[in-house]
């Protein structure tokens, strides 16, 4: 390996999972975040996990000093690794840093409008530069990628030419919610929503959706994801993407309603920001906090694609499980860095899983870390 991995948030709760796996991998990573003392105190525990001979270094860098962040990614062989959250706030420099080295790029974002903004403003820039930008390649939303992509597949198959994708993200046994996923989920409330229908990407929040899931009915919240951009690259047939996140359970229903009245508020001129700024009165300012080592053991994601014909009919239908999305995110933020890192990435520009790795190698990828097809 000649680039560096740095891992700039290893100091939240995210980042520092990840930088443990890293660690353990032998990857060496290049720790960053705005607390020096932080930063030596992580590097100091993490010194046993990993060979000897690689231990992890530090980088002072702040998202509110974009000249530090660029000065994190110096060729077009590192990779920057980021779970510096919410991104809508604190996440440009960092895509602006990756783009400017036409280096490596993998994000833990699962706010829809900052992932828009990567995808259709970014794409372009980074693929002038070389770059590759893999935003949100954590619990939100790779599982989606790898099973709609495995329906595809399967309906491809059978000769059959699926034009709609439903994806449902759900979790068992319990979905505890780190510092930085409440301040994400509280900045996304009054932000824009789109969904992907008749082949276009459209402002509009599509509506709850339901699934099977071990038996029963459940309810997922709809919610812009990566696979409305990528799964139509994956095949051009699909016209109409869905994604719901299931976990608020029995709320969905009543949150959807919230949901679409605050972000049809936030159009209104001036209503947006008053939002933004109530919601801001209730984003936590601690960092670093999240569900116990004990809790999150419990926790397995379980994430459920299906395909349809034009007229509705159900084509094929693709279930994959693994780890809680915690434990999952920081192995998928891990895994991409070292894909990037040791030149195993394709195409520039802003990518999902499917298009940087292929399918077989994502399936490989994700069965080492215990996500796997289960139906
Ligand atoms: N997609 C998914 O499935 C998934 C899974 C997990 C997390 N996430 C997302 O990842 C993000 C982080 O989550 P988390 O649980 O790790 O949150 P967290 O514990 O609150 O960590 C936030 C990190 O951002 C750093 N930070 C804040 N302001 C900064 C600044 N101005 N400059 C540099 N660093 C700054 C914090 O530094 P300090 O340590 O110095 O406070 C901390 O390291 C959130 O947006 C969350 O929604 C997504």
């Known amino acids: 390996m000649t680039g560096r991995v740095i891992c700039f948030g290893a100091t939240g709760y995210t980042g520092r999972l990840t930088a443990e796996v890293m660690v353990r991998a032998g990857m060496a990573p290049v720790l960053a975040g705005r607390s020096p003392e932080a930063l030596a105190a992580l590097t100091g525990d993490l010194a046993g996990l990993g060979p000897i001979d690689l231990p992890a270094t530090w980088q002072v860098a702040d998202a509110s000093d974009p000249d530090s962040v660029r000065a994190l990614v110096t060729s077009p062989d590192d990779v920057l690794v980021t779970t ?3 991104f809508a706030r604190l996440g440009r420099p960092a895509v602006d840093a990756a783009i400017n080295a036409g280096a490596g790029y993998v994000d833990s974002t699962g706010e829809p409008a900052f992932l828009r903004e990567v995808f259709e403003d970014d794409g372009p820039r980074a693929a002038a530069t070389g770059a590759r930008l893999l935003p949100a390649f954590g619990y939100d939303y790779v599982p989606g990628n790898l ?18 994708v439903e994806i449902g993200y759900f979790v068992r046994g319990g979905m505890g919610m780190s510092s930085g996923t409440r301040a994400s989920v509280a900045g996304m409330l009054d932000a824009p929503v789109f969904s992907r229908r008749n082949g276009v990407l459209t402002g509009q929040a599509g509506s709850v959706i339901s699934f099977d899931v071990n038996g029963k009915q459940r309810d997922a919240l709809p919610v812009g994801g990566s696979e409305h951009f990528t799964l139509p690259r994956f095949d051009p047939q699909v016209r109409d993407v869905s994604v719901g996140l299931g976990w608020a359970g029995r709320w969905t229903k009543a949150a959807h309603g919230i949901g679409t009245v605050m972000s049809t508020a936030s159009r209104v001129p001036g209503v947006g920001a008053a939002l933004r700024a109530g919601t801001g009165r ?25 395909t349809k014909d034009g007229v509705g009919r159900e084509l094929s239908r693709a279930v994959v499980e693994g780890p809680g999305p915690y434990d999952l995110t920081a192995e998928l933020l891990a895994w991409a860095a070292a894909m990037l890192v040791t030149g195993q990435a394709r195409g520039a520009g802003t990518l999902g899983p499917v298009d940087a790795f292929g399918l077989h190698a994502l399936v490989d990828g994700c069965a080492r870390m215990g996500l796997a097809r289960v139906e």
């Not at 099973?147 to 709609?164: F, H, K, M, N, S």
């Not at 999240?290 to 809790?295: H, K, Q, R, T, W």
Request: proline share 9%; glycine share 10%.
């Open 84 to 86: 510096v959250g919410p």
């Open 282 to 306: 209730v984003i936590p300012d601690e960092t670093g906090t999240g569900p116990s080592a004990e809790d999150r053991a419990k926790a397995r994601t379980l994430v459920v694609a299906r």
């Open 147 to 164: 099973a709609g992509a495995l329906a595809i597949e399967d309906a491809q198959a059978a000769g059959r030419a699926p034009t709609v």
